[in-house]
């Protein structure tokens, strides 16, 4: 896995699941990304206000208290150039399409591989 060098750019990782935050967490520690984590839909919102230099925010689907798509648009409605990558459990063509209508900009399939989420981050970010 090349490591793109991220160094100072902030991501938003929302996953309710501790054990997949903390590997997503493992894995981007190795760019020099500003991390930030969130556990539910509502404090991916409240952490998006309070960092307006967010540069990217990958968001599990399946949260408690408000779904990632939910979530999704509302921070789309105070920032809406800010790249939104789904992560989901579930790769039905439906679901993808759904995913790309509901404001994301992509989206990744779990199991996540490191080489994965790189590549994917790096196609949004300088």
Same mark, same amino acid.
Request: overall charge negative.
């Given at each position: ?14 996953? %309710? %699941? &501790?054990? #997949?935050? !903390? =590997? !997503? ?7 020099? @990304?500003?991390?930030?984590?969130? $556990? /539910? $839909? &509502? *404090? @991916? ?7 307006? /230099? ?5 968001? /599990? ?25 789904? *992560?989901?459990? =579930? $790769?039905?063509?439906? %679901?993808?399409?759904?995913? &790309?209508?509901? $404001?994301? %900009? /992509? ?8 080489? *994965?989420?790189?590549?994917?981050? #790096?196609?949004?970010?300088?």
């Amino acid at each position: 896995m090349d490591a793109k060098n991220l160094t100072g750019i902030k991501i938003l990782i929302v996953e %309710d %699941d &501790l054990s #997949s935050r !903390l =590997y !997503l967490n493992k894995i981007m520690e190795k760019t020099g @990304a500003v991390l930030l984590n969130a $556990g /539910d $839909g &509502l *404090q @991916a919102i409240e952490i998006s206000r309070q960092n307006p /230099d967010i540069a990217l925010i990958l968001m /599990d689907i399946q949260l408690p208290l408000m779904d990632g798509y939910t979530s999704a648009k509302k921070i789309r409605e105070f920032r809406d150039k800010i790249v939104i990558i789904a *992560q989901t459990a =579930y $790769g039905l063509s439906g %679901d993808m399409e759904n995913i &790309l209508a509901s $404001g994301f %900009d /992509d989206y990744l399939i779990k199991p996540i591989y490191s080489w *994965q989420l790189i590549e994917k981050i #790096s196609a949004f970010l300088p």
